[in-house]
């Protein structure tokens, strides 16, 4: 079956401008996760939403939000970008069992 | 905070030699999960191991947990050039709305 799939794989943006990041999981998974991976600071939760709702919040300012659809496609928005958002956005999702299969990630650069 | 912390930070080895990282974390968990990430891409999961398993192989990997040290190891025997990448170890909290935490991980480098 397809793996998870993340749009666009980069991205370059200027500071100031907003961004939206998308995610579809495996089919049938229902649970999503976002993670923010720097080289400073390693993998840091975003966020986690289940049938639509978010689950989990990480220790991330309010211009990072998300949301997912009913088909469990998931998208991330990043508002009035900063240098220091420039990072590799990585979606995950998961079933009940087992661990996350992460998507290749979206490279994100502020400019 | 349940972050798993690898030590060491980076590793080189001979190939063909074994490799083995380990794993520290602070609370209690419900599992705890290894993944390998290559260069810039995604994360891919190895092993699961739960708190109430002691060891799980699989292929040329094996991982051991010990819950009253709050630590585990992954084992990477008769390593490859292929093998060369980041190890990340992950745990999951006791609740059901805990979220994964990873930790720094160990990059493992393996010489021709």
């Known amino acids: 079956k397809a793996g998870v799939t993340q749009t666009p794989r980069y991205l370059i943006k200027t500071r100031g401008q907003q961004v939206t990041l998308s995610c579809s999981p495996i089919s049938g998974h229902r649970s999503v996760s976002w993670y923010q991976q720097t080289p400073g600071q390693g993998l840091q939760f975003l966020f986690e939403?289940?049938?639509?709702?978010?689950?989990n919040k990480g220790n991330f300012p309010g211009r990072f939000s998300g949301r997912q659809f009913s088909n469990s496609r998931s998208e991330m928005n990043v508002s009035t970008l900063e240098l220091g958002d420039s990072a590799l956005y990585l979606c995950a999702s998961r079933d009940s069992y087992y661990g996350y299969t992460f998507g290749s990630g979206t490279r994100l650069t502020v400019v | 905070s349940q972050q798993g912390e690898e030590d060491p930070q980076a590793l080189s080895i001979q190939e063909g030699e074994n490799a083995t990282m380990n794993c520290s974390y602070k609370?209690?968990?419900?599992?705890l999960q290894w993944y390998r990430q290559n260069s810039g891409r995604g994360l891919v999961h190895l092993i699961l191991?739960?708190?109430?398993?002691r060891e799980k192989h699989s292929g040329r990997l094996r991982v051991t947990l010990d819950t009253s040290k709050k630590s585990s190891s992954l084992l990477i025997t008769a390593s490859r050039a292929a093998d060369t990448a980041s190890y990340f170890c992950?745990?999951?909290?006791?609740?059901?709305?805990?979220?994964?935490?990873f930790g720094k991980g160990t990059r493992l480098h393996i010489l021709p």
């Open positions: 191991i739960r708190s109430n398993e």
């Open positions: 939403y289940f049938s639509e709702t978010q689950r």
């Open positions: 609370t209690s968990i419900n599992n």
């Open positions: 992950a745990t999951e909290g006791m609740n059901r709305d805990d979220k994964i935490i």
